[in-house]
């Protein structure tokens, strides 16, 4: 067993289940959205990108692109948030809960990809 290839795979996956534990609950609702678990899953997705670095094979490109995808959504929910609660000085309405909520669902999306090209990869991995 590769030592290397379980923690790759495990970042990919706790990356997704972290993203979606964050977009499960009512999207207009902040009391369903709590800001360390978008912290969380922000953290682990950039942890899961730099991991992705250095594979120079097609399917790891596809990979990367993906994990960048979902790190951009991860931001922008991010910075969407600190705008409304810290610029903005305001509590989180529904209005600015839900884009929060739709940009880390896009992110999520960006996640199963990842983990479908993860599995689809190691179902053609030979021994």
């Known amino acids: 067993m590769n030592l290397q290839k379980v923690f790759f795979a495990f970042f990919?996956?706790?990356?997704?289940?972290?993203?979606?534990?964050?977009?499960?609950?009512?999207?207009?609702?902040?009391?369903?959205?709590?800001?360390?678990?978008?912290?969380?899953?922000?953290?682990?997705?950039?942890?899961?990108?730099?991991?992705?670095?250095?594979?120079?094979?097609?399917?790891?490109?596809?990979?990367?692109?993906?994990?960048?995808?979902?790190?951009?959504?991860?931001?922008?929910?991010?910075?969407?948030w600190g705008i409304a609660v810290h610029v903005l000085e305001t509590e989180l309405s529904g209005g600015f809960m839900s884009s929060i909520v739709s940009l880390s669902g896009g992110a999520v999306v960006a996640n199963v990809i990842s983990v479908v090209l993860l599995i689809i990869e190691t179902v053609q991995a030979r021994r």
């Open 12 to 80: 990919i996956m706790l990356a997704l289940t972290l993203n979606f534990g964050f977009v499960m609950g009512d999207i207009q609702n902040p009391a369903h959205h709590h800001i360390y678990e978008l912290f969380a899953a922000l953290v682990v997705s950039l942890i899961a990108t730099v991991m992705k670095f250095g594979d120079r094979t097609h399917m790891g490109a596809v990979l990367l692109a993906a994990s960048l995808v979902a790190d951009l959504q991860l931001i922008g929910a991010a910075v969407v």
